[in-house]
């Protein structure tokens, strides 16, 4: 193996979130979504039981999305279904170029919380790889994604966890976001005896 560590130093800091309306409307190249996937399968995973699964929505698969979360959200709410939030539902994905679904399959012979990990390295995976191509994206655990009535359109059974959408396109920014992180130091403790 050789890898230039300062590029990936590099990568991994420069990692950010990169919000929808930071989009610039450009199609990302479906080549591009195969390989944070094919990138996202390669995470850790325990036993190796590899419990991701995604649904990638893209051009008119997204205003698809975007009607089924506000079906899903009426049905879940009733009467209580607020009119902003169903214009938020239908109107978010078509701001993308891709919208992927996060799903974990679960195996019972694991706890949920490994299998949960498993997914979120996966989608750090995804995140990373985009980061190498140039392509804008961040996770987002809102609207529906909690939702029990959201699963059967996922393929998710009663024991699986719909655990967000990773919002995916071109960024229209004239200088990548720069962020802060406090130090590591006061977040570490090391014991040598």
Known sequence: MNFDPAQVTKLLRNRRSIFTKQFSGERVK????????????????YKKTEPWRFKVF???GLKKLGEMQAEIYK???GKKADDSTLKKLINKPQECSHVIAIGMK????????????????AV???????????????WSTGGIT??????PYFDLGKKD?????????????K???ESKRKSIESKVTWVRE
């Open 30 to 45: 479906d080549a591009f979504i195969q390989e944070m996937l094919e990138n996202a399968n390669w995470a850790p995973t």
């Open 58 to 60: 893209c051009d008119e």
């Open 75 to 77: 049905k879940a709410n």
């Open 106 to 121: 679960r195996d019972k012979s694991i706890t949920k919380i490994e299998e949960i990990c498993a997914v979120a390295a």
């Open 124 to 138: 750090q995976n995804m995140h990373l790889t985009a980061t190498a191509l140039g392509v804008g994206c961040y």
């Open 146 to 151: 909690y939702l029990e009535e959201a699963k």
């Open 161 to 173: 966890l719909l655990l967000g959408f990773l919002y995916v396109g071109m960024p229209d920014l």
């Open 175 to 177: 200088k990548w976001p």
